[in-house]
């Protein structure tokens, strides 16, 4: 692995970790009763995930150059797949991560609340004694936490198919159109520009399906109709799910390409 991919697996685990982490906010909202505040930290995480996914375009698009310019372009399918695969590794952790996640947000809203600043949070975080509340907050999972997935989800199974199949879709959207302009060089712009397309595809699924059942069950812990208990596991479950769309974004790679490849003829 040379350095420029390097840097392309790290960027894409970052992306994925922060989305995954994103949903420890929304247990922290129900913890700490600061659901307005809860859904602030959670939009702001999903908003730097989703739009730095975007990012990783000229990063891959220079790599397929270079990989042209070099006559290894027959390389450049399995560099795909290590992006992908960082991608995977990245929610794995960032599940493992997510007690926490949840006990630094507690503390993040529970800053914003006394300075009533976002700039002052982040800054916060990175001093001593943010750095060293990191270190206090670190959590494992407990093996009693993982028995519980046996009992009721909260959602069920086409909610996390759903998310599953919008996972993927963002995850695979922007390579595989990418790499579908190797595929169709002449096309090879038209190709690249797809990649809205599919991400808008995953992103309304995720805002349309997923986005408002958590929101709903949000409320109904609050009001004392479901348990938090109850409502840790659902965040578990759609993690989960997060991480079956990553691999699956997998298989999907090399056929999402190709129909990719095959639409830009005709577009």
Request: aromatic fraction near 6%; glycine fraction near 8%; hydrophobic fraction near 50%.
């Amino acid at each position: 692995m040379d350095s420029q991919l390097l840097i392309i697996c790290l960027l894409t685990a970052a992306i994925n970790l922060i989305g995954t982490l994103a949903y420890a906010a929304r247990i922290a909202g129900v913890r700490t009763g600061r659901i307005a505040m809860s859904f602030a930290l959670f939009n702001i995480l999903v908003l730097v995930s989703r739009t730095s996914n975007s990012f990783l375009g000229p990063f891959l698009a220079k790599r397929i150059e270079t990989r042209i310019a070099s006559g290894g372009g027959e390389a450049l399918y399995g560099d795909f797949q290590m992006v992908l695969g960082s991608a995977s590794l990245a929610v794995a952790l960032g599940i493992v991560l997510v007690p926490t996640g949840q006990r630094l947000f507690v503390r993040a809203i529970g800053h914003f609340k006394q300075h009533r600043s976002t700039v002052r949070m982040i800054l916060h975080s990175a001093s001593p004694e943010g750095l060293r509340s990191i270190r206090e907050a670190a959590a494992p999972p407990r093996l009693g936490q993982l028995r519980e997935l046996a009992k009721p989800r909260g959602v069920g199974w086409g909610v996390l198919a759903a998310n599953c199949l919008a996972q993927a879709l963002i995850t695979v959207g922007v390579i595989a159109s990418l790499y579908a302009g190797y595929l169709n060089p002449e096309y090879r712009v038209t190709a690249s520009q797809l990649s809205a397309v599919i991400n808008g595809v995953a992103t309304i699924l995720l805002f349309a399906l997923i986005d408002p059942q958590l929101s709903v069950m949000t409320d109904d812990v609050v009001d004392g109709r479901v348990s938090e208990p109850l409502f840790r596991r659902t965040i578990v479950w759609i993690s989960f799910s997060r991480l079956a769309g990553t691999l699956l974004a997998q298989v999907l790679f090399l056929p999402a390409a190709q129909l990719v490849a095959a639409i830009a003829n005709h577009v």
